[in-house]
């Protein structure tokens, strides 16, 4: 066969999603490289990227709707089946316990967030209001921190930065900004810029930085505090920004004022002066940008790193210009913009709209009467990315109806009663949400290379399905959008207003109208991206200058360009000016006091004891991401061209009090399970610290023969462990031990 012409899609292993070109020969992916044309990446991309045909094709794609038997086997059924068995199944536990204990669990990967905007008719309809998903075990309490200050997200602007601070983050691993490895290589190569790092681990962006510290495993929060103090010791503050932009700045500036900066310096194993020295460099520097992530997100402390890390670019005003801080449009929202709520059972805070990952088994695992009672996951895989993965296939497996929709038979779907599989990333129109870009920000609408796999289906018609067993709309209501549509853009858009004006109550199952009757006018198999246009509409309505500026008339005309450009839009073109108009309180003013973080800042004084122990000594960082780990997308292990299976790194120390050998083998011990790892000696690591990788423990089978490969971290972590806000994981802190085998 011959390889077809380069097309244009984008890699699914980040939040970048960076735009690729590839060839097709025969189903497969066979070459790939960057995309130039594409407005965000420009023809940049990491090493992932060229492996992801181990994710297109391998041996354990589904292509039937399964059903288990009594005995736990599972047998194939074919759709009308699987669709009126699953309707009829949620339906009763709706009508028996209330649609409240319907639990909804992903929507989505790093690159696959089109299927999960559809999945709101079929819920709503049931009566379904509780969610959870993979931003609950990292960004939570970042995003409580964020709402309270300005109420919106922010992203730096890293290429064009003075000074880069990186907080528990190593792009040059985990990228996550647009071309990372470009970017800080200009940043270390060039004399008048700087860089910052935050982390135990030398890192291979660490290893650039000009500003390294190194804190202990956990001690972020002191030294944030003394970075933070030092600002205000030093009368280093932006005073007139501060003035006219902040709110709260002396209840604040009290509370660091306080501060013993040599006390917290040592806490956290950092040479003062070198404290000191990175705060002056941040001072100076005509621009900042900052950037947190797991390390911290997943350690103790963590919604009040978030907190801490924020006012160093707030008190040195380093926002709304070039090179600093920024808010950014959104295409659509990661987050709910409800209020914090509790969950049914534990009374868990439900932030942005998230029930907490952790408590998810104890939600379950109770005789509560307001206990979850049903499931549907999408996407997604929390019997293994969950902490504590034992709990959690307990919970599932208590669950009177659980249903999994995804490529393979995951740790997940074997507990679930109907397992319905998805067309893969690259068998359909996709997307990504994490549009998160200042002053451009981009959208990127991928058109499929391949028909769907026999037997598979988009998640878009998935949910059509179950929305028309549940008779969501009666037909009759939809047949002047359908022939408005076979029109064009502009006649369905008058008859869109028109109809939902006199019937509102389609609004609450828009994507599901959308899909039903745009979709079935649009080209080329792109009836999954129909809810795009109700996404364009909005967007056009809350940032009108913007997208006029990126080139689009109206709604319509930025949809028809999502649907066209096919390396993806440039849909919002921001002036700096706007970053205030964005802050969501009233006077446009960032609320910078908030009384629990700065009682955490107080409390910071006290001294407590180390979260090891005799039993327990070491910190073990389950989740490393380095060369050749992703998200669990990828389950093949060919694709790995190193660290085959996913090497327990000790520090040099360890290594010799413990007698462990590069290449062989350790028992790694926690409260909640034990593993065995291979091991690998590394100055990278302090005494005390050891890391395993994310994306390792999944089983892959293959031709009859079963193979897992490394340690599946959430064997060893708790859901006990978690931050006492956001009920984020201690993912990055857990004690353990450590023996040679």
Known sequence: MTVDEWQHTACILCECNCGIVVQVQDRTLAK????????????????????????????????????????????????DTAIAEVAEGFQRIAKTYGGERIFYYGGGGQGNHLGGAYSSAFLKTLGSRYRSNALAQEKTGEAWVDAHLYGGHTRGEFEHAEVAVFVGKNPWMSQSFPRARVVLNEIANDPARSMVVIDPVVTDTARMADYHLRVRPGTDAWCLAALAAVLVQENLCDETFLAEHVTGVDAVRAVLGDVDVADYARRCGVDEQLIRAASRRIAGAGSVAV????????????????????????????????????????????????????????????????????VVPQEILTDHPDRFRAMIVESSNPAHSIADSAAVRAALAELEFLVVIDVAMTETARQAHYVLPAASQFEKPEATFFNLEFPHNTFHL?????????????????????????????????????????????????????????????????????????????????????????????????????????????????????????????????????????IGHPDHKIALAMPEMLDEIRALRADRPPLTSHEFPIVLSA???????????????????????????????????????????????????????????????????????????????????????????????????????????????????????
């Open 446 to 582: 991928r058109h499929r290379l391949f028909e769907p796999l026999a037997g598979t289906l988009p998640e878009p018609e998935i949910w059509a399905r179950l929305a028309r067993a549940l008779g969501v709309v009666d037909d009759a209501e939809l047949r002047p959008l359908r022939k408005a549509a076979a029109d064009g853009l502009a006649p369905f858009t008058a008859e869109f207003l028109a109809t939902v004006s006199s019937n509102p109550a389609l609004t609450k199952v828009l994507p599901y109208v959308l899909y039903e009757t745009l979709g079935a006018a649009l080209p080329d198999g792109l009836a999954g991206a129909a809810a795009l246009w109700g996404l364009a509409q909005k967007a056009a309505m809350t940032y009108p200058d913007a997208v006029r500026r990126a080139g689009h008339a109206d709604g319509n005309a930025l949809f028809e360009a999502i649907l066209t450009q096919r390396s993806g839009v440039t849909f919002t073109v921001h002036e700096y000016a706007d970053d205030f108009n964005l």
């Open 291 to 358: 950037f947190e992530d797991l390390g911290v997100q997943q350690s103790p402390n963590s919604t009040l790193c978030s907190y801490l890390n924020k006012l160093l670019w707030i008190l040195t005003g380093n926002f709304a210009k070039r090179g600093a801080q920024h808010l950014h449009s959104t295409f659509a929202p990661l987050f709910s913009k409800a209020g914090v709520g509790r969950t049914p059972v534990t009374g868990a805070p439900v932030i942005a709209g998230l029930v907490p990952s952790n």
């Open 32 to 79: 790939i490289r960057g995309d130039k044309q594409h407005p965000a990446s420009r023809g940049y991309t990491c090493n992932k990227a060229l492996r992801l045909d181990h994710y297109q094709n391998n041996a354990n794609r589904l292509t039937s709707p399964m059903r288990r038997r009594d005995d736990g086997s599972y047998e194939e059924i074919d759709w």
């Open 623 to 741: 989740g490393e991401r380095r060369a050749y780990t992703a998200n669990d997308i990828i389950r093949d292990p060919a694709w790995r061209k190193r660290d085959a299976d996913g090497a327990l790194r000790v520090s040099v120390e360890d290594a010799d009090a413990l007698g462990l050998v590069d290449g062989g083998r350790a028992l790694v011990t926690t409260a909640a399970g034990r593993a065995e790892a291979s091991v690998e000696i590394s100055d990278t690591m302090l005494p005390g610290h050891a890391s395993l990788p994310n994306g390792y423990g999944l089983d892959y089978s293959d031709d009859g023969k079963v193979t897992v490969p490394g340690v599946a971290p959430n064997a060893l972590t708790s859901t006990e462990w978690r931050d006492a806000f956001a009920g984020t994981p201690w993912h990055k802190h857990v004690p353990a031990r450590i023996e040679r085998l």
